[in-house]
Nanobody, 122 residues
Framework: VQLQASGGGLVQAGGSLRLSCAAS????????MAWFRQAPGKEREFVSA????????AYTDSVKGRFTISRDSAENTVYLQMNSLKPEDTAVYYC????????????????WGQGTLVTVSS
């Protein structure tokens, strides 16, 4: 499975961005797709995830109500709509995938896209 992330950029606080993660290769419905982020000097952390088959979702508390994860089966793409962005959302965002159930630990994900930088100015 290959993942290609895109959509990062520079935005002012309160603004919005939409990240995309296009999947290719041996994909199937038995996958969990997730977004992680890593801020400068910090460990990578879980942001959001979606079950490809059921569209059930999960979010870390700090983004609930502001971020929305979704998927487009026809495009084999997962999106992360980020609204009401804050300076503390500044990070490199990574998409990841694993077979089976959801976990919030990045150590349990097998496939990774390259990061896309999100910078939120105050």
């Amino acid at each position: 499975v290959q993942l290609q992330a895109s959509g990062g950029g520079l935005v002012q606080a309160g603004g919005s961005l939409r990240l995309s993660c296009a999947a290719s290769g041996r994909t199937s419905s038995n996958y969990v797709m997730a977004w992680f982020r890593q801020a400068p000097g910090k460990e990578r952390e879980f942001v959001s995830a979606i079950y490809w088959s059921t569209s059930s979702t999960a979010y870390t508390d700090s983004v609930k109500g502001r971020f929305t994860i979704s998927r487009d089966s026809a495009e084999n793409t997962v999106y992360l709509q980020m609204n009401s962005l804050k300076p503390e959302d500044t990070a490199v965002y990574y998409c990841a995938a694993r077979r089976g159930r959801f976990y919030s630990s990045d150590q349990l994900y097998d496939y990774w896209g390259q990061g896309t930088l999100v910078t939120v100015s105050s």
